[in-house]
Nanobody, 124 residues
Framework: QVHLVESGGGLVQAGGSLRLSCAASGRTFDGYVMGWFRQAPGKEREFVAA????????AYADSVKGRFTISKDKVKNTVDLQMNILKPEDTALYYCAVDAPPLGVVEPGSYDYWGQGIQVTVSS
């Protein structure tokens, strides 16, 4: 059973940084894609970034390119999201997800396994 646990969220001022981490367990993830999504109040869940577990290819939403960086640690089985130059519009509940869609597929419905989510709040 795949288990994903997010950590590292919190409150930060605009322009600041946060680093989210997702601890993954329950299976080997070769051939899988690890993704980060977010959902703001009253809005649909949206893609943020993804990384292939085997090769390390990455994909980003246009809204976070140049500010966010996704990375993985295959020894610790973690996927991190470094978020810099945060903006109030980045405020959302952030979710880690894993499945095997092609990298760049952004629909949340393409991922079957999800963490419980962690809050990120950026104050202006």
């Amino acid at each position: 059973q795949v288990h994903l646990v997010e950590s590292g969220g919190g409150l930060v001022q605009a322009g600041g940084s946060l680093r989210l981490s997702c601890a993954a367990s329950g299976r080997t993830f070769d051939g899988y894609v690890m993704g980060w999504f977010r959902q703001a109040p009253g809005k649909e869940r949206e893609f943020v970034a993804a990384i292939t577990w085997r090769g390390g290819g990455t994909a980003y939403a246009d809204s976070v390119k140049g500010r966010f960086t996704i990375s993985k640690d295959k020894v610790k089985n973690t996927v991190d999201l470094q978020m810099n130059i945060l903006k109030p519009e980045d405020t959302a509940l952030y979710y880690c997800a894993v499945d095997a869609p092609p990298l760049g597929v952004v629909e949340p419905g393409s991922y079957d396994y999800w963490g419980q989510g962690i809050q990120v709040t950026v104050s202006s």
